[in-house]
């Protein structure tokens, strides 16, 4: 007699293949947590040697602050190609699927990192290494921009709605982890190599080792499961093709024969363009603050402040390391008490600790120096980024979700970018006194808060409109 098949539920069997949900899911969040984590590991160091090396590497210059606003241009330019890259992998990741498009992404991501390791200097060839830097840098841009939309879907739509904010939540960890992995290898490097070997050849290392989780990430985001919410979109639309198709031509009625549209970017553009416009707002302040909390932070005492660079990076390294506790802690405190009011913390927390972080980092005293990067790091961005993924995606359906959300953090990550760029320059412009960043940050950080706000009151009119949408529910909070 045949041995009986294990008997299943529905939502097991959604994940596909007859797969258990708990493992299931499990693979799917290890898989989000791993191509999140090569992306900012990339991002992260990227905008360490950015802050210590590629000034004089790639952009040199007789004043040590035309450098820095020259390599921090660079590391902006890659803000400005991740909208594009959103767009693409959005538009596809809501057609074709988020498991195909997140494959090639983590590509993109990986090997682009792997070429900045292998770039030559401007001694070496001269106009040619910034120019290299900068295309590299580029692509690098279009394969982030199209990473952490998917990325975040694919724990969103594969775990329970109660527990969505703790879940989506540890692929928010590899933020912290990957600046924890990208600042300990630089800070593990700069111990090991004197300052002659780390100019010359060491500060490759962290580059090349990217090469390494590419190749976890790939093998594992290539053995997981689509989404059973991407799915279940995929078999209504097949399902309401099939049943036009079975009927007679003169009993179809006129607006069934007429192709509906179907390109995610109008779609997300006519249904949630208020949701949209509040989430770029209410994401400012977290890409602003982490920005100049960790590579201009690091840069100014480093360069400004003329201090060992092993104290910003050391400092650093342990924020990032309490901040794999605070970000999942931050996650399951919105279950509990909604995803507003954790993001409302964080952005009322930066707007009032703007102006104390540049006073703690001008005292020059290395404790009170890891204390600021260690608040300002983990109850500033990492308790609104914990929330991001769940927040935004449950302002927009299914159909246009990895559009929605990528357009959203994308293009609000252009400023988040250009944050290095423009506290260098608002740094020479006060004269080498930090209180117009200061300044700036507050700015910011309001402008986040009324944002977020409206999400709850006023632009409630627009998460009502996704709540009603085919594969969506309301957000609460």
């Not at 529905?10 to 258990?20: N, Q, R």
């Not at 480093?302 to 931050?330: E, F, T």
Request: charged share 15%; proline share 5%.
């Amino acid at each position: 007699m045949a041995e009986k098949e294990p008997i299943m539920s529905v939502k097991e069997k959604a994940f596909g293949t007859g797969v258990p949900e708990h493992v299931a899911r499990r693979r799917v969040v290890i898989a989000s947590f791993m191509g999140a984590l090569l992306e900012w590991y990339d991002f992260f160091i990227f905008g360490t040697a950015a802050g210590l090396v590629f000034n004089s590497l790639f952009f040199p210059a007789e004043n040590a602050m035309v450098g820095t606003i020259a390599a921090f241009a660079a590391f902006g330019v890659g803000f400005v190609s991740r909208p594009l890259g959103g767009l693409i992998f959005g538009h596809f990741g809501d057609l074709i699927g988020r498991k195909v498009t997140l494959i090639w992404t983590l590509s993109i991501v990986g090997v682009s990192t792997f070429l900045i390791g292998l770039l030559p200097t401007w001694q070496q060839v001269g106009i040619w290494a910034p120019i290299m830097l900068m295309v590299i840098r580029l692509i690098q841009g279009v394969g982030l921009g199209g990473e952490y939309g998917g990325a975040a879907l694919m724990t969103f739509e594969s775990v329970p709605e109660k527990r969505r904010g703790f879940f989506c939540s540890i692929p928010q960890t590899a933020s912290c982890a990957g600046i924890m992995l990208a600042t300990g290898v630089f800070a593990l490097c700069n111990y090991l190599l004197t300052a002659e070997q780390f100019m010359a050849w060491g500060w490759r290392i962290p580059f090349l080792l990217s090469a390494v989780m590419l190749l976890v990430g790939m093998y594992i985001r290539v053995n997981i499961e689509e989404t059973a919410d991407f799915k279940q979109v995929k078999k209504v639309k097949r399902h309401d093709r099939q049943k036009i198709l079975e009927t007679p031509m003169a009993q179809r009625e006129p607006s069934a024969s007429k192709p509906k549209e179907s390109i995610p970017l109008v779609l997300l553009l006519r249904q949630h363009l208020k949701g949209v416009m509040l989430a770029f707002g209410a994401r400012l302040v977290e890409a602003v603050s982490s920005n100049i909390i960790n590579a201009f932070g690091i840069a100014y005492l480093a360069s400004q402040l003329a201090m060992d660079r092993s104290i910003p990076l050391n400092s650093m390294l342990l924020a990032s390391a309490i901040g794999l506790i605070v970000c999942p802690l931050s996650g399951w405190i919105s279950d509990q008490v909604g995803l507003r009011r954790v993001y409302l913390f964080g952005a009322a927390f930066c707007a009032l600790f703007a102006f104390p972080f540049f006073m703690l980092l001008n005292t020059g005293d290395p404790l009170l120096i890891a204390l600021a990067m260690i608040i300002g790091y983990n109850l500033g961005p990492t308790a609104m980024f914990a929330v991001q993924p769940t927040m935004y995606a449950n302002m927009f359906s299914t159909q246009v979700r990895y559009t929605g959300l990528s357009v959203a953090y994308q293009f609000s990550a252009i400023p988040g970018g250009m944050t290095p760029l423009i506290a260098a320059l608002l740094l020479a412009a006060g004269d080498g006194a930090p209180w117009y960043v200061a300044s700036y940050f507050v700015a910011v950080s309001l402008l986040s808060l009324l944002c977020v706000w409206m999400i709850k009151n006023k632009g409630e009119e627009a998460v009502a409109d996704a709540s009603s949408l085919p594969g969506n529910r309301a957000m609460t909070g």
